[in-house]
């Protein structure tokens, strides 16, 4: 036995590997391996399938027809052993994994075979609807053109097995789940009661599940229907009792919601009939029985379920728009575990929430907004740094949510969340051992908390300002505090940023030198903030040094920056006319410079059609409109000369 078994794994390593280099032993090597299938020993059968699927992209279309029909034929004669026709029902998923569509020719032989197997199994024989299955999973993966004319019996044969659960009574609940709470309740207990370490039922869900995914992926066009039949079956199964399988369940709902996003623009929004439509309609009962998952004691569980709602938005924005009071209590739970394994659901019931905030009016958040911070402000102090940089984002959403339209007032009973948010956020930012993740969102976060909410924090500010500047002048820190400052210069509010002016520009300034291209786009559009808002109060030392860095980025060699620059300048013409001198002196001549360039384009061919009106109409003697137009002449005429100079040589 070990001398067979050893030499059949060395069979397969050579045939994997040099399988191509041997055609003349293909034929010999299968009329060896195909007696090995009818063995009585499991370990021999499973090796010799474990070979012919190694050699089976090798064989010739002949040859793989031969094997191919060995294998029919013997499933179709009906008189094999149980263990042996699980076998050849396992071989025949193997052989079409392994050379995909090459098998498609046999799929009208296949698919009735692999369904008539799968419905014929004896009672407790899970392992062999387990290998029908996923026979029928690999036909549609890997031929999905041969196996469209069966897609209604392939998808009848999912929704049949994938709530295929002999030994539990509780299947027989109706579909909506039953009754919410008790049921729940219920079900856990006779979680506990029920035991049985034969039961391989779930091993059949999980391949129901998984080729129901194969199908949504494989036909696209086909999706209405799917939906129609498959998505409330999904939903029924979100109370499954094995976690593995709950976990595909979920999965498999995911890529429904996923290809309902792909392929709604193939429908009129309007009909009825569409994919999108039917989800509209399904959101109700959809997200009761996500509320029901999100209290379950399995840690797994809740984290798949939040990836399914996470998905929903984005699918379908606003769709948890009137549920949201539902799935406050287990988003709050989620936030506030203290088991060993909670960073991951904490991390996922985070990044839905922020989701969900992002794509909902303010209005449908602020009633809850109270509620939700005790559980958003714990998890900012947790010592694990990818939940608490989550945790800093949504916090940046719940400024917006606070005060969606400032200068108005936000709303009395949500004033004191704003001191709280500050603390939690202060206690971050003005920390040094701590990620580089975290760090950047908490400077990011304050910044918009200060552009929202400064006149409710005006003693804090100076503080805030003092902390970012630090962080500005800190390499490893420097772009997530330029950012920063760009949010606080677009601030609808008075921040009193007079004080930190100047040393912010200077510093910006120097970062235009810097090769750091995102830092220099960032500069820039920060720089450009700051001008529209303060620009009358620069000093002359600091537009000097601005015109003279901006100006030397202004070429064709990086049109975005080009593009940054000029829009510096027509702003800083427009708060400042007193330098249009200097304008015509520095950043003129590269523009001019650029209008030969036949690869201006885009923004950069905008700002510098901007530039000529923003100058002319500062008044200045440097900058009169006749000048300015013979200079574009003159340099056109120049191109002109050049263009032809050259063809003439």
């Known amino acids: 036995f070990e001398v067979l078994t050893d030499s059949l794994d060395i069979l397969t390593d050579v045939v994997a590997k040099f399988g191509h280099l041997l055609p003349e ?20 059968r499973k090796r010799t399938l474990h070979c012919i699927g190694a050699l089976s992209p090798c064989l010739s279309d002949a040859q793989l027809d031969a094997v191919a029909r060995h294998k029919l034929g013997q499933l179709k004669g009906g008189a094999l052993k149980p263990d042996i026709a699980r076998s050849y029902v396992q071989g025949v998923g193997a052989l079409s994994k392994a050379v995909g569509y090459r098998f498609g020719r046999h799929l009208g032989e296949a698919v009735p075979l692999m369904v008539r197997y799968g419905q014929a199994a004896a009672e407790g024989d899970d392992e062999l609807r387990e290998y029908a299955l996923q026979a ?28 295929y659960d002999p030994n539990y009574a509780a299947d027989d609940m109706d579909e909506d789940g039953g009754q919410a709470g008790s049921d729940e309740e219920d079900d856990d207990g006779s979680d506990e009661e029920y035991s049985d370490d034969e039961d391989m039922s779930w091993k059949v869900r999980r391949a129901a599940a998984k080729l129901l995914s194969a199908l949504v992926h494989a036909y696209p066009d086909q999706l209405a229907d799917i939906y129609s039949r498959a998505a409330g079956e999904l939903v029924a199964r979100f109370r499954e009792r094995e976690e593995n399988v709950k976990a595909d369940v979920f999965a498999a709902y ?33 997200l009761k029985a996500a509320a029901r998952q999100l209290a379950d004691k399995s840690p797994k569980t809740r984290v798949g379920m939040f990836a399914v709602l996470r998905t929903l938005v984005g699918v379908l924005p606003g769709s948890v728009a009137d549920h949201v009071g539902m799935l406050v209590p287990g988003i ?9 394994s909670s960073s991951s659901l904490k991390i996922e019931a985070l990044a839905f929430l922020r989701a969900a905030m992002e794509s909902n009016a303010a209005e449908v958040f602020q009633p809850h907004v109270v509620q939700l911070s005790s559980g958003i402000f714990a998890a900012v102090g947790e010592r694990y740094y990818k939940v608490a940089a989550e945790a800093l984002r949504v916090c940046e959403q719940v400024v917006s949510i606070i005060r969606p339209d400032p ?13 709280g948010m500050f603390g939690c956020i202060n206690s971050r930012l003005a920390a040094q051992d701590q990620d580089q993740e975290v760090k950047e969102c908490a400077i990011l976060c304050m910044a918009h908390l200060v552009a929202t909410c400064g006149d409710l924090l005006s003693a804090e500010v100076p503080g805030v300002l003092k902390l970012l500047l630090e962080r500005l002048r800190n390499d490893i820190t420097r772009l997530p505090a ?44 920060a720089l450009e903030a700051l001008v529209a808002k303060h620009g009358p109060s620069l000093n002359p030392a600091s537009t000097s040094a601005l015109l003279d860095e901006s100006a030397s980025l202004i070429s064709d060699a990086d049109l975005s920056i080009a593009a940054l620059s000029l829009k510096l300048a027509v702003t800083l013409l427009q708060q400042q006319p007193a330098v249009a001198q200097q304008v015509v002196e ?15 384009q885009g923004a950069a061919l905008a700002e510098l059609q901007a530039l000529f009106p923003a100058l002319a109409g500062t008044g200045s003697p440097a900058a009169k409109t006749e000048a300015l137009l013979a200079a574009l002449l003159d340099e056109g005429r120049g191109r002109r000369d050049g263009s032809g100079s050259t063809d003439g040589s």
Not at 141 to 151: G, I, T, V
Not at 586 to 600: D, E, F, H, K, N
């Open 25 to 44: 032993q293909h034929a010999t090597i299968v009329q060896l391996l195909q007696p090995y299938l009818d063995d009585s020993r499991q370990g021999i």
């Open 136 to 163: 029928l999973e690999s036909f549609v993966s890997r031929s999905p053109a041969d196996a469209r004319p069966f897609l209604d019996t392939l998808l009848a044969e999912a929704l049949r097995f994938i709530k």
């Open 254 to 286: 995911c890529d429904l919601l996923r290809q309902v996003g792909i392929v709604s623009g193939r429908f009129d929004a309007a009909d009825p009939a569409s994919p999108l439509q039917l989800l509209l309609g399904d959101v109700g009962p959809m």
């Open 332 to 340: 709050l739970l989620a936030c506030k575990d203290k088991t060993a």
């Open 407 to 419: 200068p108005a007032p936000p709303a009395a009973e949500l004033s004191p969340v704003v001191s």
């Open 482 to 525: 330029v950012k920063g400052f760009a949010v606080l210069a677009a601030s609808k509010l008075d921040l009193g940023l007079d004080s930190a002016l100047e040393p912010v520009i200077a510093e910006l300034t120097s970062f235009l030198r810097k090769a750091n291209r995102l830092l220099r786009q960032a500069s820039l559009a």
């Open 586 to 600: 520095r950043v003129l001549p590269a523009g001019l410079v650029l209008v030969r360039s036949p690869l201006l």
